[in-house]
């Protein structure tokens, strides 16, 4: 799987078979999810999560359960978490309008508990990258696969955007 970083809350992931454009709307090989429920396209199975205005979706892409959290402002319930279950990796919207703070992204983190998170929303991620322990650069597009999944620790991984 590729994800490449369209700027603000666009993502695009690209497998052998499907394209999923992640943002305002969420689509799999341009067919677009209307919201909560349960969807299965091209392979990929979708969870669209209803959360006060806004959907989160947990898809499943190449074996991998990947959370989009959308324009989320607040912090998840127990419920919430419970409900969108175990993540390997999570696009966790950070510090712009609309979106969670520092503080409260980390509460999010400490309930998923994802192996990967992918920042998006955000002007500045200094905090963010100060209380992650986070050094590296970043990247134009990530390339991973089930067994490349981080085991103990949680990778931060920073997408350019294109």
């Known amino acids: 799987m590729q994800i490449k970083y369209l700027g603000h809350e666009k993502f695009e992931i690209r497998t052998k078979e499907t394209k999923i454009d992640l943002g305002y709307k969420v689509s799999v090989n341009d067919f677009a999810f209307p919201g909560p429920g349960e969807y299965e396209k091209g392979g990929v ?15 499943k892409v190449e074996e991998m ?10 912090d998840l319930k127990e419920e919430e978490a419970k409900e969108i279950g175990n993540v390997d ?6 510090g712009e309008d609309g979106s969670v703070p520092v503080k ?9 508990d994802p192996r990967i998170v992918i920042p998006m929303l955000y002007s500045d991620l200094s905090e963010f990258k100060n209380s992650e322990g986070i050094t590296d650069g970043e990247l134009d597009i990530l390339k991973i696969k089930k067994v490349e999944l981080p085991e103990e620790e949680r990778k931060v991984v920073i997408l350019k955007s294109n």
């Open 89 to 94: 990796i999570l696009f966790l919207p950070l």
């Open 65 to 74: 359960n990947v959370c989009y959290l959308g324009k989320i402002a607040h």
């Open 104 to 112: 409260k992204a980390e509460d999010i983190l400490s309930k998923i």
């Open 45 to 59: 199975f979708v969870e669209g999560i209803a959360d006060n205005g806004n959907t989160i979706y947990v898809l």
